[in-house]
């Protein structure tokens, strides 16, 4: 009896151990991980790293976007509103492509990945992070805003990654912003929590689904951080947003709110090669925010 033997009776798919490997192009797992690759000798060389982030042109995305850049990606971010993707083209290194696109359009998103694909070829990196909060009670509701929470958090995130399939490597690493507020209670934010559970909700799934080309699949949830959206947010309710914000971050077990960088440097551990065995699971980042009962 072979390997091949024991993993049929396992019923395990066909996977590297080791120097046990079955040729490409059969159902064998890639051999190599992303941004390596063998050359004509045999030897293991890095090749290129690449990373698209929705939602790359503000806070937490546009903090993942300089992280994985300085780290030696090429990156392509997309964001909606005209004044912030020019403003993230001010901002962001020359060489970042950035992209005006709506994560609810299918077909905003077809051109993003031709796009993306013209400039990389291909991704190791897909960072689905477009995102909007419309801080609503069941006295306070918005259709429109529910419409739209919905659209960008949960659908655009799903139709994102599924177009982005034929561009992703063998071994990429795919990371979804959920949010803390999905498994913990934070007033006015039922729907955009709703919108980032159904996400954790589909990620064993997609994760399992992925596999077979050792796509990883992780969420990264942020407690309170500072962005413009929180900012935004809290504006709904106060004009004293310095004094919420001080408020809340006194209340926090580190005495301080989130950073957008605190959760682009999660995001590069799970995209990097350390990270290389997980897959389907969730990184709450939130400064011991959530743990007490
Ligand atoms: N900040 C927090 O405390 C916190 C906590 C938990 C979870 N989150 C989640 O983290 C993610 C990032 O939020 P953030 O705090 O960094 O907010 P942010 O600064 O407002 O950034 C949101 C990003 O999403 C983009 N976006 C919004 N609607 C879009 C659309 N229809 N199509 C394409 N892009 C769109 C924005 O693009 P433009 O600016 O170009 O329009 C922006 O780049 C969101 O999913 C949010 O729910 C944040």
């Not at 993003?112 to 190791?124: D, H, K, N, P, Y």
Request: with cysteine; hydrophobic share 45%.
């Amino acid at each position: 009896m072979d390997q091949l033997d024991v993993l049929r009776i396992l019923n395990l798919p066909s996977v590297v151990f080791g120097k046990f490997s079955c040729a490409p192009g059969t159902d064998a797992m890639p051999s190599a991980l992303p941004g390596r690759a063998n050359n004509e000798e045999g030897v293991m060389v890095m090749s290129v790293r690449t990373a698209l982030i929705t939602g790359g042109t503000s806070g937490i995305g546009k903090a993942a976007a300089r992280t994985l850049h300085e780290r030696g990606y090429r990156v392509a971010v997309t964001g909606h509103r005209q004044e912030s993707v020019a403003r993230a083209r001010e901002e962001l290194p020359d060489d970042v492509l950035v992209l005006q696109a709506d994560a609810r359009s299918l077909s905003d998103t077809d051109r993003v990945m031709s796009e993306v694909e013209a400039r990389f070829g291909e991704l190791t990196t897909l960072f689905l992070n477009a995102g909007v909060n419309h801080p609503m009670t069941l006295e306070t509701w918005d259709e429109a805003g529910y419409d739209e929470v919905f659209a960008v958090n949960t659908k655009g995130v799903f139709f994102t990654l599924a177009k982005a399939l034929p561009l992703l490597s063998d071994g990429a690493s795919v990371i979804v912003t959920a949010g803390i507020g999905a498994t913990r209670s934070l007033t006015g934010s039922c729907v955009a929590a709703g919108s980032h559970g159904a996400m954790l909700a589909m990620i064993p799934t997609l994760a399992l689904e992925l596999a077979p080309r050792r796509i990883r699949i992780n969420a990264v949830s942020p407690g309170m951080t500072d962005t413009p959206m929180t900012r935004a947010s809290i504006r709904t309710a106060t004009e004293d947003v310095a004094g919420t914000m001080k408020a809340m971050a006194e209340h926090n077990p580190f005495g301080r709110l989130g950073t957008p960088e605190d959760v682009a440097g999660t995001v590069a551990f799970l995209a990097s090669d350390d990270a290389a065995y997980i897959t389907g699971q969730e990184i709450v980042v939130s400064g011991g925010a959530g743990l007490a009962i």
